[in-house]
Nanobody, 131 residues
C-alpha cells in the first residue's frame, strides 16, 4: 500500500504560479504523475514521470508546468506557472508499482502501468485560477 497526500493548491489570478506537492508513504520508483479533473469533465493526465525518469506533459501545459521529485523526501512536485482559468480543477497525484507496458505514439514512447490505470491516488488538492 502507498498513501499519497497532496498539498499546495489554492486560488490565484491568471498568470500566477503554484507549486503542488505530493508526499508518499513510500516511493515506488515506477510511475508517478499528476492528473486533474474539472467539474463536468473527464480526468486527464497533466504530467507523468515514468520508471526511466522520462517526463510526459499534456500539450495544454507544456512550457508552463514542470514535474519533479525529491527521492529523499518521498515527494513529487508540480510547478505550475502562467496559470490560466482553464487550469482550474482538482489535482491528484498517483503512482503504481506494477510492471507495466511501453506505450508509443508517433512522437515518443514511455512506460506506464498496465492499462494506464494507476493503483494509488491521493485525495486531491483544488486549484482555482481567476481571470
Amino acid at each position: 500500500q502507498v498513501q499519497l497526500v497532496e498539498s499546495g493548491g489554492g486560488s490565484v489570478q491568471a498568470g500566477g504560479s503554484l507549486r503542488l506537492s505530493c508526499t508518499a508513504s513510500r516511493f515506488t520508483y515506477y510511475y508517478m504523475g499528476w492528473f486533474r479533473q474539472a467539474p463536468g469533465k473527464e480526468r486527464e493526465g497533466v504530467a507523468v514521470m515514468d520508471s526511466d525518469g522520462k517526463l510526459i506533459y499534456a500539450d495544454s501545459v507544456k512550457g508552463r508546468f514542470t514535474i519533479s521529485k525529491d527521492n529523499a523526501k518521498n515527494t513529487l512536485y508540480l510547478q505550475m506557472n502562467s496559470l490560466k482559468p482553464e487550469d482550474t480543477a482538482m489535482y491528484y497525484c498517483a503512482t503504481d508499482d506494477r510492471t507495466g507496458e511501453t506505450w508509443c505514439n508517433a512522437t515518443y514512447c514511455y512506460k506506464r502501468p498496465p492499462g494506464n490505470e494507476y493503483t494509488y491516488w491521493g485525495q486531491g488538492t483544488q486549484v482555482t485560477v481567476s481571470s
